[in-house]
């Protein structure tokens, strides 16, 4: 009985995690699959940015590439990390190709954040797929769009670094307008919104 | 009888297409029955100065080893040769396109944000734009533009006909083809009105090759249109947001 509780847990954490990464990968209009149309269009002007899969891939390989150096510095998920390939491939299909490898949350819609992680909140296992990064000298671990930070045998959720795109702003953000520009607010930092490839992503910046 | 012979011409013309598209550099095997309907098909659209349709949209997300499909509505509103309105609504994606021959303009319906870019030209030159310049893709690009024949027909290295089906009660015409980087199938519906009632695109290159399909309803070419149509409006308190350009693999 008890086994067969646990494996209904299991199964129900697999899912879960399936559906969570299926919920951040759900294509948006603008972000949309090419029609037949655009899918022939070659050589497009914009080959290396169309949503062709070699094109992709090979991205997205080299953005984990590099962060498996920071990886092996920082945690041993190497294969987690490897698994994230093939998850950005498809969120990317659209969106998330188009990102800056070292400075770009991994482009998933909806993370952490949705899921009701605050500033301060402290987890004591690793968050699905890490990303460690370094900007300005401070180690980064982003997995779904959230920025922690390694404290002992934990990780801290932290506000993103200034100059980053995020996907989703944080819970509670409130909206507020500074010079005619609209923008979000949450732990002192504004979050800019701006439609890019489809999507709308929030920059954070400094006013 | 004419149903088996159609199925014969059919399977040959699959085994054909096998064949063809076994050895890369065979010419384009494209059966001009095929090609027939789809030309009917798109002049049926060419040839009407608006027209609205709605569609159900399925469409395949590939994660890791789980193939999910998601699903929408679209509803568009065409003007030739360059007014579009097209509204999509899912559960977390809920999106309206302007193009009022000016300007176009995506509205972010759940958060309530638009941005706007001022651009000329028709339908197909603003798709492009859209496109090219600013990552945003089309659904059902396909049937939005102004002559689709020369889009659908280009790059094809096979066509077949796979004769008559019914597809939720309509009688329909199957056709199908394959270019190098995408498999398609349309069902035409098999009337003086041979507009399109069922569209299947595999991505065959992607792992898992993917589909997106679509159902079409409720078309009307007799729709008149007004300017107003085309013309976005902010819904209450929406706020402009920059559109940014595409990004690009650096």
Same mark, same amino acid.
């Given at each position: 009985?008890?086994?067969?509780?646990?494996?209904?847990?299991?199964?129900?954490?697999?899912?879960?995690?399936?559906?969570?990464?299926?919920?951040?990968?759900?294509?948006?209009?603008?972000?949309?699959?090419?029609?037949?149309?655009?899918?022939?269009?070659?050589?497009?002007?914009? &080959?290396?940015?169309?949503?062709?899969?070699?094109?992709?891939?090979?991205?997205?390989?080299?953005?984990?590439?590099?962060?498996?150096?920071?990886?092996?510095?920082?945690?041993?998920?190497?294969?987690?990390?490897?698994?994230?390939?093939?998850?950005?491939?498809?969120?990317?299909?659209?969106?998330?190709?188009?990102?800056?490898?070292?400075?770009?949350?991994?482009?998933?819609?909806?993370?952490?954040?949705a899921a009701g992680l605050v500033i301060g909140a402290v987890i004591t296992s690793p968050p699905p797929n890490p990303q460690p990064i370094v900007i300005q000298n401070t180690t980064y671990i982003v997995s779904e769009g959230v920025y922690y930070q390694q404290q002992g045998?934990? /990780?801290?959720?932290?506000?993103?670094?200034?100059?980053?795109?995020?996907?989703?702003?944080?819970?509670?953000?409130?909206?507020?307008?500074?010079?005619?520009?609209? /923008?979000?607010?949450?732990?002192?930092?504004?979050?800019?919104?701006?439609?890019?490839?489809?999507?709308?992503?929030?920059?954070?910046?400094?006013? | 009888?004419? /149903?088996?012979?159609?199925?014969?011409? &059919?399977?040959?013309?699959?085994?054909?297409?096998?064949? &063809?598209?076994?050895?890369?550099?065979?010419?384009?095997?494209?059966?001009?029955?095929?090609?027939?309907?789809?030309?009917?098909?798109?002049?049926?659209?060419?040839?009407?100065?608006?027209?609205?349709?709605?569609?159900?949209?399925?469409?395949?997300?590939?994660?890791?080893?789980?193939?999910?499909?998601?699903?929408?509505?679209?509803?568009?509103?065409?003007?030739?040769?360059?007014?579009?309105?097209?509204?999509?609504?899912?559960?977390?994606?809920?999106?309206?396109?302007?193009?009022?021959?000016?300007?176009?303009?995506?509205?972010?319906?759940?958060?309530?944000?638009?941005?706007?870019?001022?651009?000329?030209?028709?339908?197909?030159?603003?798709?492009?734009?859209?496109?090219?310049?600013?990552?945003?893709?089309?659904?059902?690009?396909?049937?939005?533009?102004?002559?689709?024949?020369?889009?659908?027909?280009?790059?094809?290295?096979?066509?077949?006909?796979?004769?008559?089906?019914?597809?939720?009660?309509?009688?329909?015409?199957?056709?199908?083809?394959?270019?190098?980087?995408?498999?398609?199938?349309?069902?035409?519906?098999?009337?003086?009105?041979?507009?399109?009632?069922?569209?299947?695109?595999?991505?065959?290159?992607?792992?898992?090759?993917?589909?997106?399909?679509?159902?079409?309803?409720?078309?009307?070419?007799?729709?008149?249109?007004?300017?107003?149509?085309?013309?976005?409006?902010?819904?209450?308190?929406?706020?402009?947001?920059?559109?940014?350009?595409?990004?690009?693999?650096?």
């Open positions: 009985m008890k086994n067969q509780q646990l494996s209904v847990r299991q199964v129900r954490q697999v899912f879960f995690a399936v559906l969570l990464t299926l919920t951040l990968a759900i294509p948006a209009f603008g972000a949309d699959r090419k029609g037949v149309r655009s899918s022939n269009r070659s050589p497009a002007p914009a &080959a290396a940015r169309s949503a062709n899969v070699g094109a992709n891939r090979n991205v997205n390989v080299n953005q984990n590439q590099n962060r498996n150096v920071n990886v092996n510095q920082n945690v041993n998920r190497n294969v987690n990390v490897n698994q994230n390939v093939n998850v950005n491939r498809h969120v990317d299909v659209d969106v998330d190709v188009h990102s800056h490898g070292s400075y770009h949350s991994g482009g998933h819609f909806w993370g952490g954040f045998t934990g /990780y801290v959720v932290v506000n993103p670094p200034i100059g980053v795109t995020v996907q989703a702003v944080p819970p509670g953000a409130t909206q507020v307008t500074v010079n005619g520009q609209v /923008y979000f607010l949450a732990n002192g930092i504004h979050y800019q919104p701006v439609m890019q490839n489809g999507v709308t992503v929030y920059t954070t910046v400094k006013l | 009888m004419e /149903y088996k012979h159609t199925l014969l011409a &059919a399977l040959c013309g699959l085994s054909l297409a096998a064949t &063809a598209m076994a050895a890369d550099s065979t010419p384009n095997s494209v059966d001009p029955e095929a090609d027939r309907w789809l030309r009917a098909a798109c002049d049926k659209l060419a040839t009407a100065k608006a027209y609205t349709f709605k569609a159900e949209v399925w469409t395949d997300v590939v994660v890791e080893d789980h193939k999910i499909t998601t699903t929408k509505t679209v509803e568009a509103q065409v003007r030739r040769p360059d007014r579009v309105h097209m509204e999509t609504r899912s559960p977390r994606f809920s999106r309206g396109f302007w193009y009022d021959g000016k300007t176009f303009t995506l509205l972010d319906r759940p958060n309530n944000l638009y941005g706007s870019v001022a651009v000329s030209g028709t339908i197909d030159q603003v798709l492009d734009v859209a496109n090219d310049q600013y990552g945003i893709n089309f659904p059902l690009e396909d049937v939005l533009v102004n002559d689709p024949y020369p889009s659908a027909s280009k790059a094809l290295k096979s066509g077949v006909d796979l004769g008559k089906i019914t597809i939720l009660g309509t009688p329909c015409h199957h056709v199908a083809f394959s270019t190098e980087r995408v498999d398609w199938q349309l069902w035409i519906q098999d009337s003086p009105n041979p507009l399109p009632r069922k569209l299947v695109i595999t991505y065959k290159q992607e792992e898992g090759s993917p589909q997106y399909t679509a159902i079409f309803s409720d078309w009307n070419l007799k729709s008149s249109l007004s300017d107003k149509t085309f013309v976005f409006t902010p819904p209450k308190g929406a706020a402009k947001i920059e559109i940014l350009p595409a990004k690009t693999d650096e």
